[in-house]
């Protein structure tokens, strides 16, 4: 990672800084996962409605796989935020979360299938494939079934999306599958080893 581009104070970083501040207080005062759905999508489509804030650092795809870069976690893990950069061809395994999430585009597109398990224990997809382009957001509720494969919906460009999430995601120990309904283990972890710089306030507006 460029740590000069690590080190550069943005600007606009000030945009995230408020996103986490004020999903601090839904997730503290909602009453339950619905409100927190609802409410923390409005946030997130408000984040995603500006292209003006991410550091490049966090922006930047790799040509071997797509990269998770952690924003922020909240202190107590309630939260977490991430930016997702997709390359072309890009995509994760199907996979689950077993918390919350919300996924907003800010870049590009961002294609997703969704799974469930049938009755005898293979997946099968629910519904058609679907995009979702800049400014959308989506919610993921594991009450609802929360299976899903995810990839870059540009064929010739790389894509980003936000995702935030009930828990420090990267931590999480969730499972990919085949579609034969095989689970394995998996916990995602981070591409980076520093997070961005919200709270140095000097050059905000
Ligand atoms: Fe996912």
Redesign the pocket.
Known sequence: MNAVAVLAIDPNIGRLRGFVTDLADLVENAADEAEILEKGGALLARLVSSDDWLPDAFARPNPDRYQQYLLHCDSRERFSVVSFVWGPGQG?PI???RVW?L?GVLRGAER?EHFRRGADGRLEQVGPVGDLFECEVEA?SPAAG?I???ANGLADAPSISI?VYGGNIGAVERATYDLDGTAKRFISGYANKVVPNLWDRSSAA
Do not use: S
Request: no cysteine.
């Open positions: 994760t996979h689950d979360h999430g996924v997703v993921i929360d899903h494969r995810v995702h």
